[in-house]
């Protein structure tokens, strides 16, 4: 897909990739909707963003994913400021073991309501124009670490629910396509925890220098090729920090062949 003029949503848009990743699409002549939940930050971020790329490309909405009538006003708020979504980055997410109920609703709960709004809306068999759907799961997703088991369940469950219905084959003629970005630690605000939220951080940190954190331009990166490559779909895309950015499926391919992740 081309981004020139298309219309990018994008949930936990306020700071860290969601910001990243709208400043990229906005470049290539995109337009953007910056949802979240933190209001403060998400109208700083698009006042700076509509000051660079223009007033009328970038909007703040604010919205929790965990509430499915307000996510909807807001997804469909931005349908009426643009005309139409055409890449939905369901992104929002938090990293708190100590609320876990709330973070499998964020996390989780946020994608499945997200990626159903924006399936509905998309799909050409029903009407619409076709696009892409983004869901960012994890690296935490696809390997099971002991740091923040509920966390890595929710990405384990972004993964597999974005690959499944991948496979749906109504989904050819609908023209919408799904693909998870499974990035590795990245130092962005989601990561400063205290030890309630994620069980023995500095054991998380002292793993995490050696295998090297990813950047959130490596991310970008990612999502960049999950828009523009119409050859994606179904797929999740790795991003380690010293090896970069890898299109494929981690867990099981269409063959249900297995990939041991952890060589
Ligand atoms: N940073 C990492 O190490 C890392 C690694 C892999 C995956 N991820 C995932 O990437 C995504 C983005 O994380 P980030 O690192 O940019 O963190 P971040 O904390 O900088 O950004 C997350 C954004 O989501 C918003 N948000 C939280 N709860 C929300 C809700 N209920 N409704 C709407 N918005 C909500 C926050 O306000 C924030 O703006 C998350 O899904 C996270 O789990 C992060």
């Keep these: ?5 298309k219309v990018v949503f994008i949930t936990g848009g306020a700071r860290g990739f969601g910001r990243a990743v709208a400043e990229a699409v906005l470049k290539k002549g995109a337009k953007v909707c910056l949802a979240d939940v933190n209001v403060e930050v998400g109208e700083a971020t698009a006042k700076e963003l509509q000051a660079s790329c223009g007033p009328d490309n970038v909007v703040f909405v604010r919205c929790d994913v965990s509430d499915a009538a307000a996510f909807y006003d807001a997804f469909q708020s931005a349908v009426t400021k643009f005309g139409r979504i055409d890449v939905m980055c369901n992104n929002a997410g938090i990293l708190d073991e100590s609320i876990w109920e709330k973070q499998l609703d964020i996390n989780f709960g946020g994608v499945v309501r997200g990626t159903v709004m924006a ?11 076709g696009g892409v759907i983004i869901n960012t799961a994890s690296m ?6 002991y740091w923040f088991p509920v966390y890595g369940a929710s990405k ?6 974005t690959a499944s219905w991948a496979q749906n084959p109504d989904l050819t003629s609908a023209e919408v396509r799904l693909v998870s970005i499974c990035p590795s630690g990245s130092k962005t605000a989601l990561l400063e925890v205290t030890d309630e939220q994620m069980i023995n951080i500095e054991h998380f940190k002292q793993v995490m220098e050696q295998v090297s954190y990813c950047t959130v331009n490596q991310v970008v990166e990612a999502f960049l090729l999950a828009m523009e490559d119409d050859t994606i779909d179904g797929t999740a895309i790795t991003i380690k920090g010293k090896e970069g950015v890898e299109k494929g499926n981690f867990l099981l391919d269409p063959t249900t062949k297995t990939y041991d992740i952890r060589k």
């Design 140 to 145: 935490a997703g696809l390997r099971p670490t």
């Design 156 to 161: 384990s469950a972004v993964y597999h629910f």
């Design 1 to 5: 897909m081309q981004l020139k003029d």
């Design 119 to 129: 399936l509905n809306h998309m799909r050409k068999d029903k009407g619409g124009r």
